[in-house]
């Protein structure tokens, strides 16, 4: 199986990226395999609220008018096994990439064809409050809400806070190796 880890961090160095690495050794330990994309690095428009009402083609078609690097990512995400949003914990909320990117991908689950090879997919949501440390469990909240609204089975969502950042990454491991054999994965 291989599993894909969305980032919504800029610093490949930084503790979102240091959780999406070890969602990856637990993965690698079971023999599956795993591809890390930063949101940061695509070109990824905010949803432009097409028509009048709101609406445009996402829910007419399922895909999005904007021609830019987020059909090459929801290509991944459709043949991926299993999918992990590790996302850094800003105003104890989504990060503005991963906030643009999953706002265009609910859309195009509105409709039969956008959301085929996403609904009932795997998904865990990480987030990651590196500062003082307050917001990451709202912010759980709010991947549960935009990830629900996907489609996927979302299997777990986990806080991790600075104070108990070193812990949490043994969580991490071993949620990684629990997601190589993920029920729901094994449907795709
Ligand atoms: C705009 C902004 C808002 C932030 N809000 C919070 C917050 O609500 N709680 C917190 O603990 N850290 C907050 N932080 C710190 C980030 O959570 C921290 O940088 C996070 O660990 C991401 O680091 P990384 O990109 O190196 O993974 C914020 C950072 C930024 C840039």
New binding site residues.
């Given amino acids: 199986m291989k599993a894909l880890i969305i980032v919504g961090?800029?610093?490949p160095k930084?503790?979102?990226?240091r959780s999406a690495e070890a969602v990856l050794e637990g993965l690698k330990s079971q023999g599956a395999s795993g591809e890390v994309i930063f949101l940061t690095q695509q070109k990824i428009e905010r949803c432009r609220q097409c028509d009048v009402d709101g609406w445009g083609i996402c829910r007419a078609e399922g895909r999005c008018v904007i021609q830019d690097d987020f059909v090459a990512v929801v290509d991944r995400l459709r043949s991926a096994g299993a999918v992990v949003f590790a996302n850094?914990?800003?105003?104890?909320d989504l990060s503005e990439s991963m906030r643009a990117f999953l706002d265009r991908l609910r859309r195009i689950c509105r409709n039969d064809a956008g959301k085929k090879g996403l609904a009932g997919k795997c998904a865990i949501g990480i987030c990651?409050?590196?500062?003082?440390?307050?917001?990451?469990p709202a912010c759980t909240v709010s991947m549960e809400k935009v990830l629900g609204n996907c489609g996927f089975d979302v299997v777990d969502l986990i806080p991790l806070?600075?104070q108990n950042f070193e812990m949490k990454l043994d969580v991490l491991k071993t949620t990684g190796r629990w997601l190589a054999a993920c029920p729901s994965s094994q449907q795709q």
């Fill in positions: 961090s800029r610093d930084g503790r979102t990226a850094p914990v800003y105003f104890s990651v409050a590196g500062g003082g440390g307050g917001g990451a806070r600075r």
